[in-house]
């Protein structure tokens, strides 16, 4: 039986998740701008926690992005950095699909319109929906101002779910979910979930292809001249 470990630094949450033996163990930490000083000690927590050693482990999932750019980077930072030295594979996976998967998990719901503040007046957004106990996506992931958002089913007839920060937009999106919870961050526990599907699929991929998706071109703003 395989175990993996699961890193996610995406949001203002920091979390780290472990599936040994059958048994998953996370820590989440809701830390702004602390990820970069907490996330290893995270880890080590949770394997001395486990009892497992870092060497046990057959491969590192994170959260890809879209999402906050510098957490997104010191995840891969730290991922690729275990994964050389360990020469294990990596997993990629998207923040959006762990907020999906999340709603599962905590709200049993089947259709997710996953939404993250992307600042700039626009959300990170996608729509999933439940498929053999994963999420998968339905359609594409987009950055868009929340007037142009937009499910790809009949949103009067469906039973759907809004999940994330950018949900904090919903009186100017033009479709409402039955429920949303827009305090809802991206959970290792979560990304654990997905990353289990894709490494039965044998979707690892070397230390190296571990990169973000941010989804909007210009991942930094160039400061203006004085």
Not at 92 to 109: C, F, N, P, T
Request: proline letters at 6%; glycine letters at 8%.
């Amino acid at each position: 039986m395989s175990t993996l470990l699961a890193l996610d630094t995406s949001t203002e949450a920091c979390s780290v998740a472990l599936l040994h033996e059958g048994r998953a163990l996370s820590h989440y930490e809701v830390i702004p701008r602390l990820h970069a000083q907490r996330l290893l000690p995270m880890v080590r927590d949770l394997l001395d926690e486990a009892g497992v050693a870092l060497s046990a482990v057959d491969a590192i999932a994170f959260g890809r992005g879209p999402g906050a750019f510098t957490g997104v980077r010191i995840a891969i930072g730290v991922v690729q950095g275990l994964a050389f030295a360990l020469q294990r594979p990596v997993l990629a996976v998207s923040d959006l699909a762990i907020l999906a998967q999340r709603a599962y998990r905590e709200q049993g719901a089947e259709r997710v319109a996953a939404a993250i503040d992307a600042r700039m007046d626009e959300v990170y957004w996608g729509c999933y929906q439940l498929q053999q106990g994963e999420m998968r996506l339905a359609g594409s992931e987009a950055v868009l101002p929340p007037e142009r958002v937009a499910v790809p089913w009949d949103a009067a007839a469906a039973d759907w779910f809004g999940a994330g920060t950018g949900w904090g937009y919903v009186e100017r999106m033009p479709q409402r979910p039955v429920a949303l919870d827009a305090s809802l961050l991206p959970h290792a526990e979560d990304l654990l979930s997905l990353a289990g599907f894709a490494w039965a699929r044998g979707e690892g991929v070397e230390a190296e292809q571990a990169l973000p998706v941010y989804l909007r071109d210009n991942v930094a703003t160039p400061k203006k001249a004085p």
